[in-house]
């Protein structure tokens, strides 16, 4: 695991089209709502839970989540545009 835990230091990088924080224990995407310009994310067996703050991307079409346990309720308030493939 990767002792990545915060993701604060990306604000600053809205023209950032891919990140992959797989295996690490990030919990908390609020610091990317402002990554307008990312275009896939790997969160794949993190401790992301909520995806809420990925909702208003507006590039973003796929998000890989393999491992994490998603709230169903953040799930269905996703764009249509936007996949998120759990395997």
């Known amino acids: 695991n990767s002792q990545v835990s915060d993701l604060a230091f990306l604000a600053s990088m809205p023209n950032l089209w891919y990140l992959e924080v797989a295996n690490t224990s990030i919990a908390d995407l609020t610091p990317l709502e402002k990554l307008i310009g990312l275009k896939c994310l790997d969160i794949s067996h993190t401790q992301v839970t909520d995806l809420t703050p990925l909702a208003k991307l507006p ?5 890989l989540a393999s491992g994490c346990k998603l709230d169903a309720a953040s799930l269905q308030n996703l764009p249509e545009h936007i996949k ?3 395997d």
Do not use: A, T
Request: proline letters at 0%; glycine letters at 0%; aromatic letters at 0%.
């Open 84 to 86: 998120v493939h759990l």
């Open 59 to 63: 590039s973003l079409v796929e998000v």
